[in-house]
């Protein structure tokens, strides 16, 4: 048993945190239950100390759910469980990298004028013309309206779908990004992006703040795989044997 004994106090005061923020996470499971005197106050040792490091540096790195998820499959001797987790987190950031990859190639597809006629600036078009233009049927740029990825109006004197210029570089980015493999329900989100942006202009800015949160988060996934690593040995009472043998 560790001889140095920690307050609440002396916990939370390298965080920045409140005493009860400490005790919610030892009521939470993220802390091994601490130990208590005679007159039931709370006594913490350095394992303590180590665990709220390892889960200040998992939050940035997996999201507070998950962060606590980890921590609590730790204390409960679930290490399986707790990677398992680790690795779900690290597979959808290469994910969100793969999305942002395809989503910057989507973009300057659209952006070289020798590849696309005058009218994919120009519009408006009709269904027609704009299918013939991506080289798809017309049936599909209705599905992609019923999935939301294009918002064509109607004219009023024909009732006729009208295609503005936000709408035909919309169908061209989802057209796109559907010859890359996305799936309509993920392609739909991107373009509401675009939207918000304004264009794809505005969107770059967006892209390059994209692109430095993953930095960040793959950065946070080092610092805090490195913790819960240093966090596990001095636990390695509860790891499991090496190499899974017996």
Known sequence: MHRERL????????????TQAVRNYEEAGILPP??????????????????LRVFVALVPAHGHPTATAIMRAVDEGDVENALTMIDESHAQLLKDRETLKAVEHALGDLE????????????????????????????TLRKWERAGLIRPRRD???GYRVYFPGDVRDAHL???????GYL??????????????GGLEPLESALKDWRGRLTSRGHAMLAGAAELSAY????????????GGH
């Not at 989802?174 to 890359?180: E, I, V």
């Not at 993920?186 to 918000?196: G, H, T, Y």
């Open 7 to 18: 307050r609440p106090v002396d916990l939370a005061r390298e965080h920045g945190l409140s």
């Open 34 to 51: 601490a130990e208590r005197t005679p007159a039931g106050y709370r006594v913490y040792g350095p394992l303590h100390a180590r665990a």
């Open 184 to 197: 309509l329900n993920q392609i739909a989100p991107l373009l509401e992006q675009v939207r918000s942006a």
């Open 112 to 139: 070289q004028p020798s590849d696309r006629p005058s009218s994919t600036r120009t519009g408006p078009m009709f269904v027609g013309p704009l299918a013939r233009q991506l080289g798809i049927r017309p049936a």
């Open 156 to 158: 009023p004197a024909t």
């Open 174 to 180: 989802a057209h796109q990004l559907r010859r890359g």
């Open 232 to 243: 596990l040995r001095e636990r390695g009472d509860r790891l499991p044997p090496d190499g």
